[in-house]
């Protein structure tokens, strides 16, 4: 089973602000572990989108931000694109289970 | 930039062992973990476990009694062997470089396209 929770959809017009959630627990992103974020476009190997709870690798737009809150952790996306309508995946460390997943969330762009 | 392929049979019987192998190219294999994590058709994706070339090594609990994950420095490739298989186990396999920066942190930076095995008589 997943120790993280996403909600399965979210969606959002062209040019809005949309926010993932992750809910985690006191043994992963509350330990604190840092989070990372995956994004999935259709049909394709998921890529690293945010890593270490708040860093974007390089290539990565500045539209795609990310925090940690206690025990939960939100993936913000300003300025939404056509581009951005794919699965997003938040990650991290669990004491108990290792490296686990959220159950990924499909944003859809209206 | 490290690129990775994963190859192997793409049907498997059950009760067979699934055996699936990553070569890794443009980067070296004798740093960091190499992971597998795989993606069922049209679900989330599920951590199956990493290793480093020196064999320090860990598995996602629910899998760890079938899992099984060899490094070949000489080969630059790591291999992933899942036995007892059932239908349970048909889904996209991926390899990934499992990166540990400075900080400590730690993330799959590279991935290979996916392979996708079907257990299936």
């Known amino acids: 089973q997943s120790g993280l929770t996403q909600p399965p959809s979210v969606s959002g017009a062209p040019g809005q602000r949309v926010t993932i959630s992750c809910s985690g627990a006191s043994s992963n992103i509350g330990a604190p572990y840092g989070v990372n974020w995956y994004q999935q476009l259709p049909g394709t190997a998921p890529t690293l989108l945010i890593y270490a709870t708040t860093n974007r690798p390089s290539g990565v737009p500045a539209r795609f931000s990310a925090s940690r809150s206690g025990t939960s952790a939100s993936l913000v996306i300003t300025g939404l694109q056509a581009e951005d309508e794919a699965d997003y995946y938040c990650?991290?460390?669990?004491?108990?289970?290792?490296?686990?997943f959220g159950g990924g969330t499909k944003l859809t762009v209206l | 930039q490290v690129q990775l392929q994963e190859s192997g049979p793409g049907l498997v019987k059950p009760s067979e062992t699934l055996s699936l192998t990553c070569t890794v190219s443009g980067g070296s294999i004798n740093s960091h973990y190499w992971s597998w994590i795989r993606q069922p058709p049209g679900k989330g994706l599920e951590w199956i476990g990493y290793m480093s070339h020196s064999g320090k090594t860990d598995r996602n609990p629910s899998l760890k009694s079938r899992a099984t994950i060899l490094v070949d420095t000489s080969k630059s490739q790591f291999s992933l062997m899942l036995n007892s298989v059932t239908a349970a186990d048909t889904a996209v396999y991926y390899c990934?470089?499992?990166?540990?920066?400075?900080?400590?942190?730690?993330?799959?930076?590279?991935w290979g396209q996916g392979t996708l095995v079907t257990v299936s008589s």
């Open positions: 990934a470089r499992h990166y540990g920066d400075h900080s400590g942190d730690y993330y799959q930076d590279s």
């Open positions: 990650q991290s460390y669990d004491n108990s289970l290792g490296w686990v």
